[in-house]
Structure formats: structure tokens, C-alpha cells
């Protein structure tokens, strides 16, 4: 039996270096500490460099804001320090929303952040007229550089900065705003509680006053057969369906296991 040749010093060299920087990470409790040393790895240019990009992991700065970027949907969204991270559970909004999107259909995507859900819109169906919004500065630029012309990115409080004459036009809302009650704050992580905008988080105290506000004004906004898409809990989707309903709307749920993801979706009658 043939002796398999070992690996190139410089391979066997790279996978120790690879494996030492997931031991660090893992000590440090990142779950994902391989696919983490990988990525940290690939976004470094120099050993100096790659030391303080893992200092600053271990410190609790999320991955995405340290290298600059983060997966989603296949996509590779641009994350500034600072700004709320899409996470993956989020996916499920955005492909739900694609399955009622068609060309031409103007969108809004409320409480954007990044831009990730609206730069995911866009890629899978053009052209579409769409309308990323968020109240923080930050995120309004980060979104700049995600959503792509001739796509609007706007800063303000939900609806408040649309164009007026949009009301009643809009076909498909999406909205990832934030849902955490007020005193799971403390309990989330420390890459989400200390680096994330606490306004990207916490929805009040039962986390859903926002959510409550992107429903009762929806129907304004729709056209008849529109819908608006809301990213939620399993322990709050009975509340989010409420609300949904409450603002005119016909409401349905849908959910991913994988991911632990669920939306409601509310449709404006047709007449």
C-alpha cells in the first residue's frame, strides 16, 4: 500500500496557524470558532494585521464588523463597525419577500440597516423601484453601499420620509425592525449588547412596539394586494399576527426550523 506524500510545509504550516487561532477563538466562546480563524485568515494581509483582527474578536466585536463584510443569501454585505450585523434567520424574510416580488413592483425596506434584505431584492429581481429606510445615520450610509442605483436609500422614522404620493402605491413591504423585549437586552450576547445600535434591538417591553407602528400604517401605503412582510418570534408571532390584522390586513405566518426564523405576512384586500 502506497504511503500518501504529507502535505507541502507551507499547507502544514497554513492548517497549524488555522487550528491555534480556532483554539483562541474557542477559548474565548465563539461557537464557530473554525469557520471563524478561516474567515479571519482570508481578510488579513499580514501577521500584525491578523493579531489584532483576533484581538478584537476576543474582545466580543462581531466577525462581520471586524472584516468588513457578511454572507447573505449568497451575497457579500459590506458591515460597518457599529452596525446592526444581518443575521442568518433573516434570510427566510428576504426570500419570502422575493417569492411576491415581480419587476417593476416598488418596495420598502423598513428598518434596513446594512441594506442587506434590499440588496438581496434587488439581485434576485430587476428592476425593482426600492426604498431602504432607517433612523440611524449610520446604518443609512453603510446601506449606501450595499443597495445599488437607481435604488433609494433614506434616513428618518418608518414611513415619515417617503414621498407622499407613493401612498397607496406600494407593493410589497419588508420589515426586520427591532424585536427584543427591553430586558433581554443584558442577555444577548456581548457582539450584539455592546457593539450593535441599541435602537436596532430593543422593541420596548414586550419587543414590539415598532413592529406595532410598521402595521398600523401599512395599509396606507399598499396598493390593494399588497403586502407587508414583518420578521418576528415564535414566542411573539400570536402578538405580531395581531397587530398585523389590526392594521387591515389579512395575515398568514410562515416559518424556516433551520433557522428558527418567522414571518408574518399581511396582504391588503384586493377591494
Known amino acids: ?37 478561516a474567515v479571519l485568515m482570508e481578510a488579513t494581509i499580514s501577521p500584525s494585521e491578523l493579531a489584532r483582527m483576533i484581538e478584537r474578536r476576543i474582545t466580543g466585536e462581531p466577525l462581520e464588523s471586524i472584516v468588513g463584510w457578511a454572507e447573505f443569501c449568497g451575497l457579500r454585505i459590506r458591515i460597518d463597525p457599529g452596525v446592526f450585523v444581518p443575521r442568518r434567520r433573516t434570510e427566510f424574510l428576504a426570500t419570502q419577500a422575493c417569492s411576491l416580488l ?12 446594512s441594506g442587506a434584505v434590499g440588496a438581496v431584492l434587488q439581485s434576485k429581481v430587476s428592476p425593482i423601484d426600492l426604498y431602504a429606510i432607517d433612523v440611524e445615520p449610520a446604518a443609512v450610509r453603510c446601506a449606501l453601499r450595499n443597495i445599488s442605483a437607481p435604488g433609494h436609500v433614506l434616513e428618518g422614522d ?9 401612498h397607496g402605491q406600494i407593493n ?24 450593535e445600535p441599541l435602537i436596532s434591538l430593543d422593541g420596548g ?43 387591515g390586513l389579512r395575515a398568514r405566518t410562515a416559518s424556516l426550523d433551520a433557522t428558527s426564523a418567522t414571518v408574518v405576512i399581511g396582504t391588503k384586500p384586493a377591494h
Do not use: K
Open 102 to 113: 415581480e419587476p417593476g413592483y416598488r418596495v420598502v425596506d423598513l428598518c434596513c440597516g
Open 1 to 37: 500500500m502506497s504511503v500518501p506524500n504529507p502535505p507541502p510545509p507551507n499547507r502544514t504550516l497554513f492548517i497549524s496557524q488555522q487550528e491555534s487561532i480556532a483554539a483562541t477563538l474557542r477559548a474565548a466562546g465563539c461557537v464557530f470558532a473554525e469557520e471563524e480563524a
Open 172 to 195: 410589497v413591504i419588508v420589515a426586520n425592525a427591532p424585536y427584543v423585549p427591553t430586558d433581554s437586552i443584558r442577555l444577548m450576547p456581548p457582539e450584539a449588547r455592546l457593539h
Open 158 to 166: 418608518l414611513y415619515d420620509c417617503l414621498p407622499h404620493e407613493l
Open 205 to 247: 417591553i414586550d419587543g414590539l412596539d415598532v413592529q406595532r407602528r410598521v402595521a398600523a400604517d401599512a395599509a396606507t401605503w399598499l396598493e390593494p394586494g399588497g403586502h407587508l412582510l414583518i420578521e418576528t418570534s415564535a414566542e411573539q408571532v400570536e402578538r405580531t399576527f395581531e397587530s398585523v390584522t389590526q392594521g
